[in-house]
């Protein structure tokens, strides 16, 4: 009969390490438990030259996959999509009752060439060597980030990795859901600025130089209207009055937004900016309540999901923080730790903070008083998505007649401005005829 040798957690959630006999890895696994252990890392012990042989095979299996890894060179992270798909797929194949070596593999032999096939490659090589699961994707943060990691490990320690992995596909999928809502919603004003500031451009670039002929023929004296039109039709063909410009301004009307998104990320990157930018945006009117009610459905589904996962509140909540996005949340969210930690209770900090609405500490309130925080929490997250909804339906409706009047002011200065001098030549043909 082989011999196991086992990681484990006591009732007290110390670590132990032992061995026991068994007449597979599955059975090692329940006679651990049975004796009041729960199995982080459980892996046959080899001895001997069929450990030597064993060794070998392993040895030659690193490098055929390091050989086969090498062709699978991609830049960037993995896809939420192909993560969730991957994270139901291995839900599936728990819940069936396969190994989860087994499943690893059947689902890196599957993926196609990419980050997540060679991620997994790594990943089947320290399971097969011992490691545990959450242990080996905690070294891919790229794919697998805290909480994905965080979470398995708690299905790993609590027997229920299928349930976990389902409930941690349902929360990818649900927070992609708005996330896209949000980014979907942005097209269409995005499309039409970006349109009619094209055509704006070009009618000050081919059409404006012609008139401005037109009346140095004519010798009219010009409105400061239409004095500004040409200055600034001059401005953007690169041919001012006093000679040419270094830099057209067509191509700062192309390069500006990518220079404002660029500053902005820069900014974005230290953590005073964050917490200014944050702030700036949630004073905003429509905008700000967007995000405040985006920022309280990603948080507390997030929790929630920790919670319900089994991970320890005090790191649910860190790692909540740290995947919030927000830096008021942040700010929030540390003071909620802060106070767990003293015994005290997550709603207090909240309500004195002012970044909920009351219903969502009163709920979070209830919760704690009837042990179901992370039944209310989910409650709040999916009543909060459709808020989002709201919010976004709302921005639209105040965007688009926003659009229509900038739009209209633009072309009616355009068309006042060259109408202008025009009245002023028909004045002076009129007087000398």
Same mark, same amino acid.
């Given at each position: 009969?082989?011999?196991?040798?086992?990681? !484990?957690?006591?009732?007290?959630?110390?670590?132990?390490?032992?061995?026991?006999?068994?007449?597979?890895?599955?059975?090692?696994?329940?006679?651990?438990?049975?004796?009041?252990?729960?199995?982080?890392?459980?892996?046959?012990?080899?001895?001997?030259?069929?450990?030597?042989?064993?060794?070998?095979?392993?040895?030659?299996?690193?490098?055929?996959?390091?050989?086969?890894?090498?062709?699978?060179?991609?830049?960037?992270?993995?896809?939420? $999509?192909?993560?969730?798909?991957?994270?139901?797929?291995?839900?599936?194949?728990?819940?069936?009752?396969?190994? +989860?070596?087994?499943?690893?593999?059947?689902?890196?032999?599957?993926?196609?060439?990419?980050?997540? $096939?060679?991620?997994?490659?790594?990943?089947?090589?320290?399971?097969?060597?011992?490691?545990?699961?959450?242990?080996?994707?905690?070294?891919?943060?790229?794919?697998?980030?805290?909480?994905?990691?965080?979470?398995?490990?708690? *299905?790993?320690?609590?027997?229920?990795?299928?349930?976990?992995?389902?409930?941690?596909?349902?929360?990818?999928?649900?927070?992609?859901?708005?996330?896209?809502?949000?980014?979907?919603?942005?097209?269409?004003?995005?499309?039409?600025?970006?349109?009619?500031?094209?055509?704006?451009?070009?009618?000050?670039?081919?059409?404006?130089? $012609?008139?401005?002929?037109?009346?140095?023929?004519?010798?009219?004296?010009?409105?400061?209207?239409?004095?500004?039109?040409?200055?600034?039709?001059?401005?953007?063909?690169?041919?001012?009055?006093?000679?040419?410009?270094?830099?057209?301004?067509?191509?700062?009307?192309?390069?500006?937004?990518?220079?404002?998104?660029?500053?902005? $990320? =820069?900014?974005?990157?230290?953590?005073?900016?964050?917490?200014?930018?944050?702030?700036?945006?949630?004073? =905003?009117?429509?905008?700000?309540?967007?995000?405040?009610?985006?920022?309280?459905?990603?948080?507390?589904?997030?929790? *929630?999901?920790?919670? !319900?996962?089994?991970?320890?509140?005090?790191?649910?909540?860190?790692?909540?923080?740290?995947?919030?996005?927000?830096?008021?949340?942040?700010? !929030? +969210?540390?003071?909620?730790?802060?106070?767990?930690?003293?015994?005290?209770?997550?709603? &207090?900090?909240?309500?004195?903070?002012?970044?909920? &609405?009351?219903?969502?500490?009163?709920?979070?309130?209830?919760?704690?008083?009837?042990?179901? +925080?992370?039944?209310?929490?989910?409650?709040?997250?999916?009543?909060?998505?459709?808020?989002?909804?709201?919010?976004?339906?709302?921005?639209?409706?105040?965007?688009?007649?926003?659009?229509?009047?900038?739009?209209?002011?633009?072309?009616?200065?355009?068309?006042?401005?060259?109408?202008?001098?025009?009245?002023?030549?028909?004045?002076?043909?009129?007087?000398?005829?």
């Amino acid at each position: 009969m082989p011999t196991y040798v086992y990681e !484990a957690l006591n009732a007290a959630g110390k670590p132990e390490k032992g061995r026991i006999d068994a007449d597979s890895s599955d059975a090692a696994i329940a006679a651990i438990r049975q004796n009041g252990f729960f199995p982080t890392t459980v892996r046959e012990e080899k001895v001997g030259g069929s450990g030597k042989k064993e060794s070998s095979k392993k040895a030659a299996k690193a490098k055929s996959s390091k050989k086969k890894k090498s062709f699978n060179i991609s830049i960037g992270g993995v896809k939420t $999509k192909i993560l969730t798909q991957f994270t139901r797929q291995l839900s599936t194949l728990q819940d069936a009752g396969l190994p +989860l070596l087994r499943s690893l593999q059947i689902l890196e032999q599957q993926q196609k060439p990419g980050k997540l $096939k060679s991620i997994l490659v790594d990943v089947v090589e320290d399971v097969e060597s011992g490691t545990s699961l959450s242990d080996s994707m905690s070294k891919h943060p790229k794919a697998f980030d805290r909480l994905y990691s965080k979470m398995v490990a708690a *299905g790993e320690i609590g027997g229920v990795l299928d349930v976990i992995l389902q409930r941690l596909a349902n929360f990818m999928e649900k927070a992609e859901r708005l996330k896209s809502r949000v980014k979907g919603a942005m097209i269409y004003p995005i499309c039409v600025i970006v349109v009619a500031v094209a055509i704006v451009t070009g009618i000050m670039y081919f059409v404006i130089p $012609k008139f401005k002929d037109i009346f140095n023929d004519f010798d009219v004296t010009l409105p400061g209207l239409t004095l500004w039109l040409i200055d600034a039709s001059l401005w953007i063909a690169g041919t001012p009055e006093n000679g040419e410009q270094a830099i057209p301004g067509y191509v700062w009307i192309v390069a500006g937004p990518f220079l404002a998104f660029f500053f902005f $990320k =820069l900014i974005r990157k230290t953590k005073p900016g964050r917490a200014i930018t944050d702030i700036i945006v949630m004073k =905003l009117p429509v905008l700000g309540n967007l995000v405040q009610k985006t920022s309280v459905a990603r948080f507390t589904r997030t929790l *929630g999901t920790l919670i !319900a996962a089994g991970v320890p509140i005090l790191e649910a909540v860190l790692i909540t923080r740290d995947t919030s996005g927000n830096h008021v949340y942040e700010k !929030a +969210l540390n003071q909620v730790h802060d106070s767990i930690r003293e015994g005290e209770s997550v709603a &207090d900090p909240l309500r004195e903070a002012k970044v909920c &609405d009351s219903i969502v500490v009163n709920m979070i309130e209830v919760g704690e008083e009837t042990g179901d +925080l992370d039944v209310m929490l989910m409650k709040i997250a999916d009543n909060y998505d459709e808020e989002v909804d709201v919010a976004v339906s709302a921005l639209l409706s105040l965007l688009e007649p926003m659009l229509v009047v900038v739009l209209g002011g633009i072309v009616g200065t355009i068309v006042l401005a060259l109408f202008l001098p025009l009245v002023k030549m028909i004045e002076s043909v009129s007087d000398t005829g």
